[in-house]
Nanobody, 123 residues
Framework: QVQLVESGGGLVQAGGSLRLSCAAS????????MGWFRQAPGKGREFVAY????????SYADSVKGRFTISKDNAKNTMYLQMISLKPEDTAIYYC????????????????WGQGTQVTVSS
């Protein structure tokens, strides 16, 4: 079992940048596909990006392609989401997730979840 803790959220102006971190404990991140999802008020949880267990495979939602970059540092047991050119529509709670088996773009494909970190982008 793995425990996930997100950090790095905050308030930023449109066009700004943030880097989210997801620290894992209990198991190494190299054993899991790991993903980022987000949930805006009144909306469902939306796929943002994932990275494969080996780190060689990534996928992004169309809405964030070219602006967000997912990565992980096995030595630090941490996954990251670098976000640039932020837009007000990126405002949401961002969650990291992990799964041992699936390479998924839906929440049901992930077994473990963090508590989330708030990202607010002002116009």
């Amino acid at each position: 079992q793995v425990q996930l803790v997100e950090s790095g959220g905050g308030l930023v102006q449109a066009g700004g940048s943030l880097r989210l971190s997801c620290a894992a404990s209990g198991r190494t991140v190299s054993a899991y596909t790991m993903g980022w999802f987000r949930q805006a008020p009144g909306k469902g949880r939306e796929f943002v990006a994932y990275i494969s267990r080996g780190g060689g495979g990534t996928s992004y939602a169309d809405s964030v392609k070219g602006r967000f970059t997912i990565s992980k540092d096995n030595a630090k047991n941490t996954m990251y989401l670098q976000m640039i050119s932020l837009k007000p529509e990126d405002t949401a709670i961002y969650y990291c997730a992990a799964d041992r088996l699936h390479l998924a773009t839906t929440p049901s494909g992930y077994e473990y979840w963090g508590q989330g970190t708030q990202v607010t982008v002002s116009s």
